[in-house]
């Protein structure tokens, strides 16, 4: 598959991603039972995950969407970007962070310092997937969907220069 100017092929198939899903739904489910956390969704890379979860989870919860960027093209800048920000009435909750893909953790460690800021009663995070190999900051990853080698990868919300996002499958650079 050709997007922009770069090959891609098939790596996890549709099938895959929504046994992964249901596996992250149900230990979430366990895990928060009679609770009530708030979901951040990281847009714009996590919202397919979080639409396929969050139909899953079958806890009383609230809902926001942030946007932080720090990716251009295929690389981190090594800078956070706030566009969209973390609500204050997370203060005194249980958070659960649900985000597409972790990669250096430069965008996590980040993030996760603004929100320790604005005082909630617990943070978990939730990432679909993990690249352990590009991993360089120090990020606690609560719930792993899947490791991956540290490839560049297309599809199910994440993009290449912005294309890509509403593939079903996830792709690899060729
Ligand atoms: P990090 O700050 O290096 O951990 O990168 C974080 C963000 O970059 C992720 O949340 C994604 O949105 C994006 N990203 C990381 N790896 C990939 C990839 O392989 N393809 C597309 N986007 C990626
Ligand atoms: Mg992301």
New binding site residues.
């Given amino acids: 598959m050709r997007i922009l100017d770069k090959n891609f092929v098939e790596f996890i198939s549709e099938k895959e991603i929504a046994d992964i899903v249901a596996t992250m739904a149900s230990s979430i489910n366990q895990d928060y039972k009679g609770r009530n956390p708030y979901y951040l969704v990281?847009m714009?890379?996590?919202f397919l995950f979080a639409s396929d979860i969050l139909r899953l989870l079958d806890v009383d919860s609230d809902l926001a969407f942030v946007r932080y960027k720090?990716?251009e093209g295929?690389?981190?800048t090594g800078e956070?970007k706030e566009l969209l920000a973390i609500p204050d009435d997370v203060v005194g909750r249980d958070v659960i962070v649900l985000?597409?893909?972790?990669?250096?953790?430069?965008?996590?460690?980040?993030f996760l310092e603004i929100l320790k800021s604005k005082s909630p009663n617990s943070v978990a995070v939730a990432?679909f997937?993990v690249?352990p190999e590009?991993?360089?900051?120090d990020?606690k990853v609560d719930y792993v969907g899947r490791s991956i080698d540290n490839?560049?990868?297309?599809g199910y919300?994440?993009?290449?220069n912005g294309r890509g996002r509403n593939l079903r499958s996830i792709y690899v650079?060729e």
């Avoid at 919300?157 to 290449?160: A, F, K, P």
């Fill in positions: 990281m714009n890379g996590a720090s990716y295929m690389s981190s956070l985000e597409d893909i972790v990669d250096t953790g430069f965008s996590m460690r980040a990432s997937l690249k590009a991993l360089r900051y990020v490839r560049f990868i297309v919300g994440l993009d290449y650079l």
